[in-house]
């Protein structure tokens, strides 16, 4: 592990294991809380579209994915409160027409098809010193916003109900927690990748949940829990040669199900 340290490709992909971690640790902690997993799987595909017109127009494909994540999770907001259009069929009609918006513009490029492997599975080993930065930013303003605004964000995540009668502007929190969610999914995608994302933002929660219950706790456990298989994973990843977006997701799997034995075990001896 020591010596891995010495290359700066390898020191920028533990760097942004953090990073992601913490930002998934985060708002993974409120889409478990608030159930909108179904979301974020719909605004991760979307965002597909976005990297093939980044790939077609010739700019950063994540800029691309950036626009249509938060286009999508926008939209997704508004035409489940404001129209007659149901919550999982806005979704299913953003899903599929970013994913086929993405593969038309790909298929139109010109010259030789670019390689997606990096964006549809995760490659956390390739990360630049730009996305570094990408994600730093993003990583701060969800720090803080989670911070400034705690005690509001916990009751839009349990109760809006409540928030309303104190005349909080719940919508308007709701479009930026929703703009955060689309953030954190671009994060994500160079760690572990658009099919995968929603993975990084669960599995820390449910591994923790068995455990805590307590919101607070809940997001601090599940950022430990993503560190610790985003590190194994990618720590492996090099050493097999074997994609790092499946072996972050992979050891996060192993450690839910150990973690889930133990609990089972606890349980169990606590019966007799």
């Known amino acids: 592990m020591i010596e891995l340290l010495q290359y700066d490709f390898f020191v920028n992909a533990i760097i942004a294991a953090v990073l992601t971690s913490i930002t998934c640790g985060i708002i993974g902690t409120y889409i478990v809380s608030k159930r909108i997993v179904f979301i974020s799987g719909g605004i991760t595909h979307t965002s597909f579209g976005g990297i093939g017109l980044g790939y077609y127009l010739g700019f950063n494909p994540l800029l691309g994915a950036t626009v249509f994540s938060l286009l999508a999770a926008w939209i997704i907001e508004f035409m489940s409160k404001r129209t007659d259009v149901r919550e999982d069929s806005a979704i299913a009609i953003l899903w599929s027409f970013g994913m086929a918006i993405g593969i038309i513009f790909i298929f139109i490029t010109p010259g030789y098809a670019p390689n997606l492997m990096s964006y549809l599975f995760g490659s956390i080993l390739t990360v630049s ?86 919101f607070r706790k809940i997001l601090f456990y599940s950022i430990l829990i993503g560190l610790r298989g985003s590190l194994t994973g990618l720590v492996a990843s090099y050493y097999l040669d074997i994609p790092s977006g499946a072996s972050i997701i992979f050891f996060l799997v192993v450690i839910f199900i150990i973690l889930r034995i133990i609990k089972y075990l606890i349980t169990k001896k606590s019966s007799f």
């Not at 349990?158 to 009668?165: A, P």
């Not at 969610?181 to 760690?191: E, G, P, Q, R, Y």
């Not at 599995?203 to 455990?211: D, H, R």
């Open 129 to 214: 010193h730009i996305d570094l930065i990408m994600m730093l930013a993003i990583t701060i303003a969800i720090s803080l916003f989670f911070s400034i605004f705690y005690k509001t964000i916990l009751f839009t995540a349990f109760d809006e109900q409540y928030l309303k009668t104190r005349n909080i502007p719940v919508e308007l929190f709701n479009y930026i927690l929703m703009g955060f969610v689309a953030l954190a999914i671009v994060l994500s995608i160079k760690a572990v990748g658009i099919i995968l994302i929603i993975s990084l933002l669960t599995i820390p929660q449910s591994s923790a949940n068995l455990f805590v219950k307590d």
